[in-house]
């Protein structure tokens, strides 16, 4: 990238900060004109008895822990911490004067709030690896205004606690690595127990976690042997009860097996073969008969790119049906596809210098950091890619489980940019440029259905 010149650096720094800026107040911008009910996943409403938003309710009258089996009603079967953390935010919002109503809306605060506590800890991961200048910004920019993190900012299920504990995980464990002391360890321990704790699927950070740690054991050789077992035995005590207590009380009590997930959704009923390649794509966003298109989406990358974007709602649907058919839906149509397109773009970028960060020495100098988030990244997508084929269902295909690889995506295009050729560089910049503004422009508009 060429020496670092203290005024540019200072102007980079300065458009670092209005991206954050404008990230921040796109995401509040995005709560304040969705109702805690609209685009969200599991949830129903506030009075529904069953669905996420009953679970919060259940806590929020009063009780402490499931007194029946949770398979009785939709919803129930999740990890607890979020939905606890939300009954006691209301119940903090009604000693303070807020209606029921209101406070049961403000829940899509704390989501919020976990957005942007994932973003400063998605940038802290891009300083780790000491990205500055043109990198630094494109790779934040990526990262900080992805439609995914503004969609889940504002969802009330348990997904964005999961994914923000997740990016700090990921980063903790590099920090981890090269200060394998007791601070860390317990950091790690109570990150990881936490989002577990949240939703058992935080779990999939374990097996890069167990790496460092077994390459930290073989390192440090016979006399430090004694040392890292009471740390990993104290990490065991502290994470694994948070992380299991609820599923393993299921099990004991109700007969609930670990790792239950109830079929949700419409069925796919397709070939495995179809769902590789078979590449319709009549609308930007997630076909469904049910909203007049002429199929039902199931084709896996499209499925991906479509759920990451916009989620599994057709949003010129939704503002022809708010009164704005003409030009609102048509504006629609045209930033939905640009989003689409410059989307698809950069994630075919990103998957590349991927591939080139992780097998190359040359950006990143240990194997070992390598092996860390490539165990990292094939984890997130193996079971992505498996749990669409094992639960043939439309919501399987929803890119939220795995979000937060977008800020290791992020990271990996500006390591490879910061040292790569001028051409992939320009080529990197221009797409994360339109992607970025056709996002802003987007969920701008939305503000409309």
Known sequence: MGKSVPGKDRIINILVAVVGLIAAMLRTFYIYYTPAWRRQHDVLNFGADEGQAAFIEFFHQGHLLLDFDPREKWGFFQAPLHHMLAALWIRLQELIGFDYH????HVQVLTLIYS????????RLLKYFRLSGEALLLSFALFALHPGFILMSGSINNDMLSIMLTVMAIYYGLRWNDEPDWKYTVILAFVIGLGMMTKLSTGLIAPAVALLFIVKW???????????????????VICAPLALWSPVRNLLKFGVPLGYTPEVGEPVLSSAAARIFDLRCKTPYLSRITNGDP?????????MMKTSLFGDENFTLAVSEAGHSGVGA???TVFGWSVLISGSLVALICFYSTIRVLI?????????IRAYLGTIYLTALLMYVSFM???????????????YLIPVE??????YVRDGRKGIRTVAFITVAVFSLSTVLLYVMLSRG
């Open 295 to 303: 199929f039902d989406e199931f084709n896996i990358f499209l499925g």
């Open 102 to 105: 209101d406070a049961c809306e």
């Open 218 to 236: 073989i390192q440090g050789g016979i006399s430090k042997f004694p040392g890292f077992l009471l740390k990993y035995l104290v990490f065991i």
């Open 410 to 415: 992020a990271l990996m295009l500006g390591l």
């Open 360 to 368: 190359t020495k040359r950006y990143i100098a240990s194997a070992v």
């Open 389 to 403: 084929f094992k639960a043939p269902f439309s919501s399987s295909m929803d890119f939220r489980y795995v979000l």
């Open 330 to 332: 048509f504006l629609m």
């Open 116 to 123: 942007l506590v994932a973003m400063y800890f998605g940038y």
